[in-house]
Each structure stands twice: as structure tokens, then as C-alpha cells.
């Protein structure tokens, strides 16, 4: 019970009220209807395999590099629903300023990580999923 009250404490702390609310619904109806199965919030379960891996009953710290919407497909949102906190970079600002009202703990920074300093273009695709770095002669499929 006490953990369960603390991540209510996590999760309205966290994230605004509406959202928190939903959490806590999704997660008690889970919990009536099979509370053997877990929910997962990244593409293909990545944080299923996040959580196996890592003691989330200690605080931690995250960076999530090419972070993209920070509810759907987050690889990182179980971690922060659990009470970690992390810097969450992507190169779309209307995504960097979702970030910034949903997940309010997190450090979210609108910018391109690459292993060398040079001119790229970040191109947005209509699906955030597969917008991506160009460099400043390749065509551009999407727009800037």
C-alpha cells in the first residue's frame, strides 16, 4: 500500500492533473482485470526491458536523444512515472514544448546531438516518427 500511495504522490507531482488522473484510472482497471500484466509504453517494449534491467525502487537519471512525443512511444515515460528524471532532446519544437507541459520534472532541450559540429537541416515529416537530420544539399522530402 505504501508504494502504491507513493507513486500516486510521483505521478501527481509529475505530470498535470487530467493526465495523472488517466494513469491511475488505466493502472486500476489493469490491476482488477489481471494484475500480472504490465503496461508498456514504449514501440516494441524497450522500457519493459529498461525496467528489468534497472533497481526503479532508487531515484535515477535519464537522457533520452531523439525523444519524440513524451507519452506515446516514450521509452523513457515509465522510468519518469516511477519518479526518475532526465534530459529529453529532440530537434522538433513543438515536441520540446509538449515535453515541457506534460512531463514537467524532465530538462527537455530542443537540439541536434551528432559526434561532429557541422550544418544539418531538420527535416519534419508529417509523422514525428520519421523526421530526421539532412544534410544542408540532400533534397528535403518533409518540411523544415
Excluded at 559540429?117 to 540532400?138: A, M, Q
Aim: glycine share 4%; aromatic share 10%.
Amino acid at each position: 500500500m505504501k508504494h502504491k500511495l507513493h507513486r500516486l504522490k510521483i505521478l501527481f507531482r509529475a505530470l498535470p492533473a487530467r493526465l495523472a488522473l488517466k494513469f491511475t484510472l488505466s493502472e486500476a482497471v489493469r490491476v482488477v482485470f489481471n494484475r500480472h500484466t504490465f503496461a508498456s509504453y514504449s514501440q516494441y517494449g524497450e522500457d519493459r526491458l529498461i525496467t528489468k534491467l534497472f533497481d526503479l525502487r532508487r531515484p535515477g537519471f535519464y537522457v533520452d536523444v531523439g525523444c519524440n512525443d513524451p507519452l506515446r512511444f516514450s521509452n523513457t515515460l515509465e522510468l519518469y512515472l516511477q519518479g526518475w528524471i532526465g534530459v529529453c532532446i529532440d530537434g522538433n519544437e513543438q515536441l520540446i514544448a509538449s515535453w515541457k507541459r506534460t512531463r514537467r520534472l524532465d530538462r527537455a532541450v530542443c537540439a541536434i546531438v551528432s559526434e561532429k559540429p557541422e550544418e544539418v537541416v531538420f527535416e519534419l515529416n508529417d509523422t514525428n516518427l520519421l523526421s530526421r537530420v539532412v544534410k544542408p544539399d540532400e533534397p528535403i522530402t518533409g518540411r523544415r
